[in-house]
């Protein structure tokens, strides 16, 4: 993508104000402008996604829900195992990025892809269960993360695996062996990540342990574009819901 492009995406992080009356309506003001040049921008800032979806595993005619899936590019990440599963949902608020998320599936032929326009924190696939449930840089924007975190673990089937990969600070004293930020980057990244309804939590990491059996946690920074010394803190999870 151009300069131009990402100039398009730095405006509506940091410039353009976000109109709205419900979350919705949000997600949607902040993203609309902004979708055409959506993924180049975000490769470079959302790191880890790859590795994670790698990391999760394909179950044979398994169903799998991508929760603020957005564009539907994390699917991606799945290549040609993609057909092994009997469906995918790309579920968002922001219809604007649904729409690419549709036509990427269109293009690739992926029959078993469907995007649709839900809430995180109440969507039940047609199924009634699934195997696995990905959240990428999405809890983040959910306002009741907590929620979506449980009714994830809802859905998924006994043994299904939760795989969340986010923006995130310590907190002050974190327990076992996590990793602890110092107080710039505890205070300054929620309140810059802030500005756009972007909210890294210290709870994060804790919840999903608390809920899950912990398979795999990374704890790591990323490179933000046009910042060269800048390195933001995200991590990893994947977790494994109780026979």
């Given at each position: 993508?151009?300069?131009?492009?990402?100039?398009?995406?730095?405006?509506?992080?940091?410039?353009?104000?976000?109109?709205?009356?419900?979350?919705?309506?949000?997600?949607?003001?902040?993203?609309?402008?902004?979708?055409?040049?959506?993924?180049?921008?975000?490769?470079?800032?959302?790191?880890?996604?790859?590795?994670?979806?790698?990391?999760?595993?394909?179950?044979?005619?398994?169903?799998?829900?991508?929760?603020?899936?957005?564009?539907?590019?994390?699917?991606?990440?799945?290549?040609?195992?993609?057909?092994?599963?009997?469906?995918?949902?790309?579920?968002?608020?922001?219809?604007?990025?649904?729409?690419?998320?549709?036509?990427?599936?269109?293009?690739?032929?992926?029959?078993?892809?469907?995007?649709?326009?839900?809430?995180?924190?109440?969507?039940?696939?047609?199924?009634?269960?699934?195997?696995?449930?990905?959240?990428?840089?999405?809890?983040?924007?959910?306002?009741?993360?907590?929620?979506?975190?449980?009714?994830?673990?809802?859905?998924?089937?006994?043994?299904?695996?939760?795989?969340?990969?986010?923006?995130?600070?310590?907190?002050?004293?974190?327990?076992?062996?996590?990793?602890?930020?110092?107080?710039?980057?505890?205070?300054?990244?929620?309140?810059?990540?802030?500005?756009?309804?972007?909210?890294?939590?210290?709870?994060?990491?804790?919840?999903?342990?608390?809920?899950f059996e912990t398979e795999h946690l990374l704890e790591d920074r990323a490179k933000v574009p046009?910042?060269?010394?800048?390195?933001?803190?995200?991590?990893?999870?994947?977790?494994?819901?109780?026979?």
């Open positions: 993508m151009s300069f131009a492009s990402d100039l398009k995406v730095i405006y509506h992080l940091a410039f353009k104000p976000v109109g709205g009356d419900n979350h919705a309506q949000r997600m949607e003001s902040f993203y609309s402008g902004q979708a055409d040049a959506y993924d180049s921008f975000r490769k470079r800032l959302l790191q880890g996604r790859e590795d994670l979806y790698e990391k999760v595993g394909i179950p044979d005619d398994g169903v799998w829900v991508d929760l603020g899936g957005g564009t539907g590019s994390n699917l991606e990440y799945l290549g040609d195992g993609i057909k092994r599963l009997k469906k995918v949902y790309v579920v968002d608020l922001a219809g604007s990025l649904l729409k690419v998320a549709t036509e990427r599936a269109k293009a690739r032929g992926w029959d078993n892809v469907e995007a649709v326009e839900a809430d995180a924190t109440t969507f039940v696939p047609a199924e009634g269960a699934a195997d696995v449930v990905t959240c990428s840089y999405s809890l983040t924007m959910i306002p009741d993360w907590f929620a979506a975190v449980d009714q994830a673990r809802t859905m998924l089937r006994p043994g299904g695996k939760l795989g969340v990969v986010d923006f995130y600070v310590s907190r002050k004293h974190p327990g076992g062996d996590l990793r602890k930020h110092g107080w710039p980057t505890r205070l300054g990244w929620p309140a810059w990540f802030g500005m756009d309804n972007v909210f890294p939590s210290a709870d994060h990491i804790p919840y999903l342990q608390r809920r046009y910042m060269p010394l800048v390195r933001t803190p995200y991590y990893s999870f994947i977790g494994r819901k109780a026979e």
